[in-house]
C-alpha cells in the first residue's frame, strides 16, 4: 500500500491542494472603489469626446484585495492579472508594494481557482528575480505544487528539493518531494526524503503516514531489512498512527516478505505488529473519532492559508482512507484466522514448536471453515511432531482426517507423523500411520518413501514376513523407482533373518547381479560368508570371507567384522590358534562397541579354554592402558583381576584392579565402578592359600581389610573426597557380606547413608543404601537418596532400585496413587533389571490397597506362579489372593480364601510374617462361615507355637479370639485349661 498518494481528477495530487498566501506588504490605504475589471473604463468629457480612463493601478489593487477577503478569488484574479501586465509595460507599482508580492499572490489566488498552468507560469516568472528569503520560498512551495497538480512530477521534484532549505518549509518539503518523486518512478529520491524526513520531524500523524510509505517503498524496492527497521521505529511510536488499518497490511505484507527470505525472527515480529480483528476495529473507531475531532477543530480555525488548507484536506483523506479500509476488514468474519496462520508456520519454522501449536490450535478451534484451515491442520500435525507430543500428534491427525479426508497434504503429515513415532520409539503408531498413507494414498508422491518406511520399520520391529512382503510390494510397484535397490537388498535381509539362508544367499546374488556397484556390494558378500556360517559350511564361508578381505581394501569400514566371523569360522572347524589370530587382527580394524566386546569376550574365552590365563591378562592390561577412557576399561580391570586370580596371584590382581579403579573412583557417574569394586571385594574376601609349608595363614582381620581397601584406591589427592569415600566404604561392606558378616555390612551401608550426602553417591550404591536407610526407618534420607538416583541417573541400569524405594515409601504414607506410578515407572520406564519382583509385588499390593481388586488379582496370580520367584513372594502372593476372595465375601469365595491362608501356613512355614497373618486370617474366616470350632482349633494351633509369634501382634489378636470362642464352643476342660494356661 501506499499511504501518500494522489486521489481524484479535482485535486490529483494528494498533500497538494489549493492554497492561497496572505497580502503581503499591499497597501491598506488604497480606497475601495468599485469598477469593472479590464484594462480601463469608457467615459465621456464634457466637450462630449470619449476617452479611455486608466485606473490607478492602487485602486485595481485595494479592489484585488477586496475580493480575495470575501473570498472570491476568481473576481480577483483578472485585477491582479492587470496589474502584471501594466507592470510588466513599465507602469510603477505604488509605494511599498513590490512586484514580487503582487506574483505571489497572483500565483496563489491562480491556485486556489486550480489554473495550474498560470499559477506556474507566475511563480516561474516570480523565481527569476526572486531567489533568496520567505518570498522565493512562498514561490517554490506555489510552483512545485503547481508542476504537481499538473503531473509534472519530475518538474516539481527539484523545486521542492530546493525548498527543503526554507526552515519553515522543509518538512513538508521532504514530504512533498518525495510524493513527486514516487509518481515520477524515482525511489531512491523518494526513500532519501523520507529518511530524512523521519529523522528530524516531529512525530506527528503526518510523520506516521510518511513513516507508513517508506516502509511500503522499501518492500516495492525489495529492501527488506529496511522495512523491518522502519516498522521497528514506527512501533515505537504507535500512539501517532492514525490509519491502523493501513499498519495492518503493511506489517502482513513485510511478514510475508522477511518469510520468504527466511528471516523468522523478523517476520514474527512484523506479525506479531499486526492487531487481531476485534482490537483493530476498537483501536480504529477511537482514532477515527480522533481525527474527526481533529478536523472539525481546523476547520473552525480556517484562515485561508496554504497550512490550512493542506492540514483540512490531508485529515479529510486520511479519515475516507481509513474508513475504506475499516469496512474492508469488517466483511471478513475470519480475518484473524490469515494472521493465525501466518504466526503458526512462522512459529514453526523458528523452532517453537509448542507456540504454533497453541495458536494454529485456536484457529481451527474459532474459525474451523477458515481457507487456511488446511494448512493449518498440516502445520499443527508437525508442530506436535517437532515438540515430541505422539499422543497429540496422533489427535491432530486424526482431526485432520476427519476434516478434509481428501487433501493432499496429508500424506506428507501421514509421513512426518510416522518419522516421529518412529524417533520416539513408538513403532506401532509409526506401522498404524505408514498402513493409512500406504492404503488411502497410493498415487501420492509420498507413498514410495512410506512403502520403503514400512518395510523398515517391519524389519527394526522383528516381523520380517511383513518386511519382506513390503519390500517386494515396493520392487513391484516402483521397478525403477529411487529406492528399488533398498528394497532389493532388503528383501534379501529378511530373508536371511527369517532362518532361510540358502534362500537369502541366492536373493543377495541376484542383488549383486542387479547392482555390481551398488551400495550393498560389501555387506551383501559378507551375508553370504556369514549365511554359509550359519549353515555350517564353513569351507565355503572361508573361500567367501579369504576372497573378500583381498577385494576389499584394509580401511573398509565392515573388515573388523569380517575377521571377527573369520574367527567364528576358524573356531567352528576346531582351529583355535588361527581363530585367536583373526580376533586379534579385528581388534586392528574398525569395530564398534558391540563388535568389539564381543572379540574381546571371544579371545577370552579361547586364552582360558587354552589355560592361557597370561596372555588373556596381558591383552586386558593392553587394552586398560591404550585405551584409557574406553567405557570397556572397567571390564578390563574385572577381567585382569579375575585371569590373575585363577593364575594364583590375587595380590596382582587386586593391586592392578585398584590402579584402574583410581582413574574412575572420584566420578559417580561412572556406574561400572561398583561391578569392579564388587569383583576386587571377591579377591580380597578370600582366604589365603596355604604356604610351602601347607600352613594357611589366618585371614585378615577386618582393620587389615579396611587397610588394604585404603591402601589400594585412595590418594593423597583424593582421601577426602565424598565419592572415594563411599566407594572404600562400599567395597568394605562387600567384603564383609561375602565373609559372612552382615552386622558390618550393615553398619559400613549405614555410614555411608548417615555421613554422605546423596549427590556423591553414584547410582550403584544410592539404591542400596536408600534399601538400608528404609528398612531402617530412616525414611527422609532414603528418599533423599531414591530422589537423586531417579532424578539425576533415569538411565542408570540402577533407577529401579529409586523407583521401587519411592512406591515402598508412598505405599507406607497411604498415597497409594504415587505408589503406583513409581513402581510402574520400575518397570517401564527404567526397564526392572534388578528390581522386577519388587516393582510387581508393589504394584500388586497397592492395588490391592487401593480396593482395585481383580487388577491386583491378576498381577499376585502372576507372581505366584512365576517358578523364577518362588519363595517369600510366593507366601505373600498366596496370602494376598486370600485376602482378595475374603474381601468379596461369598460363601464360595470364604471357601477358597480359607484355602489360601491354610496353603500359606502348611507350605511356607519358614516366612513367619505372612504365616502368622494367614493363622489369623483363616480363624477369621472360619468364624465368618460360621464354624467356631474351626476357628478356635486354628487359633490354639498358632497359639501351640507361640514362640515363632512372640513378636507379632498377630499372636495377641488370637489369643484375644481364642478366648471369646472357648465360652462359645463345647469343649473338655482338659483342652480348655491347656489352652487358657498357655495363655496366661
Known amino acids: 500500500m501506499n499511504a501518500l498518494t494522489w486521489h481524484n481528477e479535482t485535486i490529483p495530487l494528494s498533500g497538494f491542494s489549493p492554497m492561497r498566501l496572505p497580502l503581503r506588504r499591499i497597501s491598506s490605504s488604497l480606497g475601495p472603489a468599485r469598477f469593472a475589471c479590464g484594462l480601463g473604463v469608457a467615459v465621456v468629457t464634457a466637450a462630449g469626446v470619449q476617452a479611455q480612463i486608466q485606473v490607478p493601478l492602487p485602486q485595481v489593487l485595494s479592489e484585488a484585495d477586496t475580493q480575495i477577503k470575501a473570498r472570491k478569488p476568481a473576481d480577483a484574479a483578472p485585477l491582479l492579472d492587470m496589474?502584471?501586465?501594466?507592470?510588466?509595460?513599465?507602469?510603477?507599482?505604488?509605494?511599498?508594494?513590490?512586484?514580487?508580492?503582487?506574483?505571489?499572490?497572483?500565483?496563489?489566488?491562480?491556485?486556489?481557482?486550480?489554473?495550474?498552468?498560470?499559477?506556474?507560469?507566475?511563480?516561474?516568472?516570480?523565481?527569476?528575480?526572486?531567489?533568496?528569503?520567505?518570498?522565493?520560498?512562498?514561490?517554490?512551495?506555489?510552483?512545485?505544487?503547481?508542476?504537481?497538480?499538473?503531473?509534472?512530477?519530475?518538474?516539481?521534484?527539484?523545486?521542492?528539493?530546493?525548498?527543503?532549505?526554507?526552515?519553515?518549509?522543509?518538512?513538508?518539503?521532504?514530504?512533498?518531494?518525495?510524493?513527486?518523486?514516487?509518481?515520477?518512478?524515482?525511489?531512491?529520491?523518494?526513500i532519501d526524503a523520507l529518511n530524512r524526513l523521519l529523522a528530524s520531524a516531529p512525530r506527528d500523524a503526518d510523520w506516521a503516514d510518511s513513516a507508513l510509505t517508506l516502509i511500503a517503498l522499501q518492500l516495492q524496492q525489495k529492501n527488506p531489512d529496511a522495512a523491518r527497521r522502519g516498522l521497528e521505529l514506527l512501533r515505537g511510536s504507535m500512539s501517532t498512527v492514525d490509519n491502523l488499518a493501513g499498519l495492518n497490511v503493511l506489517s502482513?505484507?513485510?511478514?510475508?516478505?522477511?518469510?520468504?527470505?527466511?528471516?523468522?525472527?523478523?517476520?514474527?515480529?512484523?506479525?506479531?505488529?499486526?492487531?487481531?480483528?476485534?482490537?483493530?476495529?476498537?483501536?480504529?473507531?477511537?482514532?477515527?473519532?480522533?481525527?474527526?475531532?481533529?478536523?472539525?477543530?481546523?476547520?473552525?480555525?480556517?484562515?485561508?492559508?496554504?497550512?490550512?488548507?493542506?492540514?483540512?484536506?490531508?485529515?479529510?483523506?486520511?479519515?475516507?482512507?481509513?474508513?475504506?479500509?475499516?469496512?474492508?476488514?469488517?466483511?471478513?468474519?475470519?480475518?484473524?484466522?490469515?494472521?493465525?496462520?501466518?504466526?503458526?508456520?512462522?512459529?514453526?519454522?523458528?523452532?517453537?514448536?509448542?507456540e504454533s501449536a497453541i495458536v494454529l490450535e485456536r484457529l481451527l478451534k474459532e474459525y474451523p471453515q477458515a481457507e487456511e484451515r488446511e494448512l493449518a491442520y498440516s502445520d499443527l500435525v508437525r508442530a506436535y511432531a517437532d515438540s515430541g507430543r505422539v499422543d497429540r500428534m496422533r489427535t491432530a491427525l486424526d482431526d485432520f482426517m476427519r476434516a478434509i479426508p481428501e487433501s493432499k497434504l496429508l500424506p506428507q503429515a501421514l509421513y512426518v507423523a510416522a518419522q516421529t513415532a518412529f524417533d520416539r520409539g513408538r513403532a506401532d503408531l509409526q506401522l498404524e500411520f505408514l498402513e493409512v498413507g500406504v492404503n488411502k494414498f497410493p498415487d501420492a508422491e509420498l507413498t514410495?518413501?512410506?512403502?520403503?518406511?514400512?518395510?523398515?520399520?517391519?524389519?527394526?520391529?522383528?516381523?520380517?514376513?511383513?518386511?519382506?512382503?513390503?519390500?517386494?510390494?515396493?520392487?513391484?510397484?516402483?521397478?525403477?523407482?529411487?529406492?528399488?535397490?533398498?528394497?532389493?537388498?532388503?528383501?534379501?535381509?529378511?530373508?536371511?533373518?527369517?532362518?532361510?539362508?540358502?534362500?537369502?544367499?541366492?536373493?543377495?546374488?541376484?542383488?549383486?547381479?542387479?547392482?555390481?556397484?551398488?551400495?550393498?556390494?560389501?555387506?551383501?558378500?559378507?551375508?553370504?560368508?556369514?549365511?554359509?556360517?550359519?549353515?555350517?559350511?564353513?569351507?565355503?564361508?572361508?573361500?567367501?570371507?579369504?576372497?573378500?578381505?583381498?577385494?576389499?581394501?584394509?580401511?573398509?569400514?565392515?573388515?573388523?567384522?569380517?575377521?571377527?566371523?573369520?574367527?567364528?569360522?576358524?573356531?567352528?572347524?576346531?582351529?583355535?590358534?588361527?581363530?585367536?589370530?583373526?580376533?586379534?587382527?579385528?581388534m586392528s580394524a574398525s569395530l564398534s562397541d558391540d563388535q568389539l566386546g564381543y572379540v574381546l569376550d571371544?579371545?577370552?574365552?579361547?586364552?582360558?579354554?587354552?589355560?592361557?590365563?597370561?596372555?588373556?591378562?596381558?591383552?586386558?592390561?593392553?587394552?586398560?592402558?591404550?585405551?584409557?577412557?574406553?567405557?570397556?576399561?572397567?571390564?578390563?580391570?574385572?577381567?585382569?583381576?579375575?585371569?590373575?586370580?585363577?593364575?594364583?596371584?590375587?595380590?596382582?590382581?587386586?593391586?592392578?584392579?585398584?590402579?584402574?579403579?583410581?582413574?574412575?573412583?572420584?566420578?559417580?557417574?561412572?556406574?561400572?565402578?561398583?561391578?569392579l569394586l564388587t569383583q576386587m571385594a571377591a579377591l580380597l574376601a578370600r582366604n589365603p592359600r596355604p604356604g610351602p609349608d601347607g600352613v594357611r595363614p589366618p585371614a585378615p582381620s577386618n582393620e587389615e581389610i579396611a587397610a588394604r581397601v585404603e591402601k589400594e584406591l585412595v590418594t593423597d589427592a583424593t582421601k577426602h573426597q565424598d565419592t572415594v569415600k563411599a566407594r572404600v566404604l562400599f567395597t568394605e561392606a562387600e567384603v564383609a557380606s561375602l565373609r559372612k558378616n552382615p552386622a558390618l555390612r550393615d553398619e559400613l551401608l549405614s555410614r555411608i547413608g548417615d555421613e554422605i550426602a546423596p549427590e556423591?553417591?553414584?547410582?550403584?550404591?544410592?539404591?542400596?543404601?536408600?534399601?538400608?536407610?528404609?528398612?531402617?526407618?530412616?525414611?527422609?534420607?532414603?528418599?533423599?537418596?531414591?530422589?537423586?538416583?531417579?532424578?539425576?541417573?533415569?538411565?542408570?541400569?540402577?533407577?529401579?532400585?529409586?523407583?521401587?524405594g519411592l512406591g515402598e515409601l508412598a505405599y507406607l504414607a497411604g498415597d497409594y496413587d504415587n505408589a503406583l506410578i513409581h513402581f510402574t515407572n520400575a518397570i517401564d520406564r527404567a526397564g526392572a533389571r534388578f528390581k522386577l519382583l519388587e516393582a510387581?509385588?508393589?504394584?500388586?499390593?497397592?492395588?490391592?490397597?487401593?480396593?482395585?481388586?481383580?487388577?491386583s488379582k491378576e498381577l499376585f496370580e502372576q507372581i505366584a506362579s512365576n517358578r523364577a520367584w518362588r519363595g517369600e513372594a510366593t507366601a505373600q502372593s498366596i496370602y494376598s489372593l486370600g485376602e482378595i476372595l475374603l474381601k468379596r465375601g461369598a460363601s464360595n469365595d470364604l471357601a477358597q480364601a480359607q484355602a489360601h491362608f491354610q496353603r500359606v501356613f502348611i507350605s511356607y512355614k519358614k516366612f513367619t510374617p505372612w504365616v502368622a497373618r494367614a493363622y489369623l486370617r483363616s480363624g477369621e474366616t472360619f468364624e465368618k462361615q460360621g464354624q467356631p470350632k474351626e476357628a478356635l482349633a486354628t487359633y490354639r494351633e498358632m497359639i501351640r507355637n507361640r514362640d515363632r509369634f512372640e513378636s507379632y501382634p498377630e499372636l495377641g489378636k488370637a489369643l484375644e479370639r481364642a478366648k471369646v470362642l472357648e465360652l462359645q464352643v463345647p469343649d473338655s476342660p482338659a483342652a480348655a485349661a491347656t489352652t487358657t494356661g498357655g495363655a496366661s
Not at 521532504?174 to 510524493?179: A, E, P
Not at 542387479?514 to 550359519?534: N, S
Not at 596381558?618 to 585371569?643: C, K, Q, S, T
Not at 593364575?647 to 561391578?675: F, S
Open 840 to 855: 510387581t509385588l508393589g504394584r500388586a499390593k497397592t492395588l490391592l490397597a487401593a480396593g482395585k481388586l481383580d487388577e
Open 252 to 354: 502482513l505484507q513485510l511478514g510475508d516478505t522477511l518469510l520468504g527470505s527466511n528471516d523468522l525472527a523478523g517476520a514474527l515480529t512484523a506479525y506479531r505488529t499486526v492487531l487481531p480483528r476485534s482490537e483493530l476495529l476498537r483501536m480504529q473507531k477511537q482514532r477515527t473519532a480522533r481525527m474527526e475531532s481533529q478536523l472539525a477543530r481546523q476547520k473552525s480555525m480556517f484562515r485561508g492559508s496554504v497550512t490550512d488548507a493542506d492540514s483540512v484536506r490531508r485529515i479529510e483523506a486520511r479519515i475516507k482512507a481509513t474508513k475504506e479500509a475499516l469496512d474492508e476488514i469488517s466483511k471478513r468474519a475470519d480475518y484473524d484466522a490469515t494472521l493465525f496462520y501466518r504466526l503458526g508456520h512462522t512459529f514453526l519454522l523458528r523452532g517453537g514448536a509448542w
Open 760 to 804: 556423591a553417591l553414584p547410582p550403584g550404591l544410592l539404591g542400596r543404601v536408600g534399601d538400608l536407610l528404609r528398612q531402617q526407618g530412616k525414611l527422609d534420607r532414603a528418599r533423599a537418596c531414591y530422589d537423586q538416583l531417579v532424578l539425576r541417573y533415569p538411565r542408570s541400569m540402577y533407577a529401579d532400585f529409586g523407583y521401587v
Open 602 to 675: 571371544e579371545l577370552t574365552k579361547h586364552y582360558q579354554s587354552k589355560r592361557d590365563y597370561n596372555t588373556a591378562a596381558v591383552m586386558w592390561e593392553d587394552f586398560a592402558r591404550e585405551r584409557p577412557d574406553h567405557p570397556f576399561v572397567i571390564n578390563a580391570a574385572y577381567w585382569i583381576g579375575r585371569l590373575r586370580g585363577r593364575e594364583g596371584k590375587p595380590d596382582v590382581a587386586i593391586t592392578q584392579m585398584g590402579e584402574i579403579a583410581r582413574r574412575y573412583l572420584t566420578d559417580p557417574n561412572r556406574d561400572a565402578v561398583e561391578r
Open 83 to 190: 496589474v502584471l501586465a501594466r507592470a510588466e509595460k513599465g507602469e510603477a507599482l505604488p509605494s511599498g508594494v513590490s512586484l514580487s508580492n503582487v506574483q505571489l499572490l497572483a500565483a496563489n489566488t491562480n491556485f486556489q481557482l486550480q489554473n495550474f498552468a498560470r499559477a506556474e507560469e507566475i511563480a516561474t516568472a516570480m523565481l527569476k528575480t526572486t531567489t533568496t528569503g520567505q518570498a522565493a520560498a512562498d514561490g517554490r512551495l506555489v510552483l512545485g505544487l503547481s508542476l504537481a497538480l499538473q503531473k509534472k512530477f519530475a518538474e516539481a521534484v527539484p523545486v521542492f528539493q530546493a525548498l527543503e532549505e526554507s526552515p519553515v518549509y522543509r518538512d513538508k518539503a521532504l514530504m512533498y518531494r518525495s510524493m513527486a518523486a514516487q509518481q515520477a518512478n524515482q525511489p531512491e529520491v523518494a
Open 448 to 586: 514410495e518413501f512410506m512403502v520403503l518406511m514400512q518395510a523398515n520399520a517391519h524389519f527394526a520391529g522383528g516381523k520380517f514376513d511383513e518386511a519382506r512382503a513390503d519390500a517386494e510390494k515396493y520392487v513391484a510397484k516402483y521397478p525403477q523407482g529411487r529406492f528399488a535397490e533398498d528394497a532389493t537388498y532388503l528383501r534379501a535381509m529378511a530373508t536371511l533373518v527369517l532362518g532361510r539362508a540358502g534362500d537369502a544367499i541366492k536373493e543377495i546374488n541376484e542383488y549383486i547381479a542387479k547392482y555390481p556397484e551398488g551400495r550393498f556390494v560389501a555387506d551383501g558378500r559378507y551375508r553370504i560368508a556369514a549365511a554359509q556360517y550359519a549353515m555350517q559350511d564353513y569351507a565355503a564361508a572361508e573361500k567367501q570371507l579369504d576372497a573378500w578381505l583381498a577385494d576389499f581394501p584394509v580401511d573398509h569400514a565392515q573388515r573388523g567384522e569380517a575377521l571377527s566371523t573369520q574367527g567364528d569360522v576358524y573356531a567352528g572347524e576346531g582351529r583355535i590358534d588361527d581363530a585367536i589370530a583373526s580376533y586379534r587382527a579385528a
